[in-house]
């Protein structure tokens, strides 16, 4: 069983940066395809990145490309979000997940992740 647990939330200005981590425990991290995910309020939870456990492929929604990276660290069994270029609008509960099933891709499906983490608050004032 894999047990996920976020850090790095908080306030941030319009336009600025922030670090989300992914800190997992378990001995098969790097078997895991990992991804992220968030909620505002009333709305759907939506994958914005993955990454592939088999060849490390990462997925990004079209309104994050190009200003959000999602790196793994497998020896630190640790997966990051750097996120730049922040708008009002992404303010959100960010989740990181894991799917277990050892896919070709990504899914983004909040149904076909196995392990989540309870959510870092990310606040982006205007």
């Known amino acids: 069983q894999l047990q996920l647990v976020e850090s790095g939330g908080g306030l941030v200005q319009l336009g600025g940066p922030l670090r989300l981590s992914c800190a997992a425990s378990?001995?098969?991290?790097?078997?895991?395809?990992m991804g992220w995910f968030r909620q505002a309020p009333g709305k759907e939870r939506e994958c914005v990145a993955g990454i592939n456990w088999r060849n490390g492929n990462p997925y990004y929604a079209a309104p994050v490309k190009g200003r959000f990276a999602g790196p793994r660290d497998n020896a630190k069994n640790t997966e990051y979000l750097q996120m730049n270029s922040l708008k009002p609008e992404e303010t959100a509960v960010y989740y990181c997940?894991?799917?277990?099933?050892?896919?070709?891709?990504?899914?983004?499906?909040?149904?076909?992740?196995?392990?989540w983490g309870q959510g870092t608050q990310v606040t982006v004032s205007s």
């Open positions: 378990g001995p098969t991290f790097s078997s895991y395809t």
């Open positions: 997940a894991a799917d277990g099933r050892q896919r070709w891709g990504i899914v983004l499906g909040t149904r076909d992740y196995d392990y």
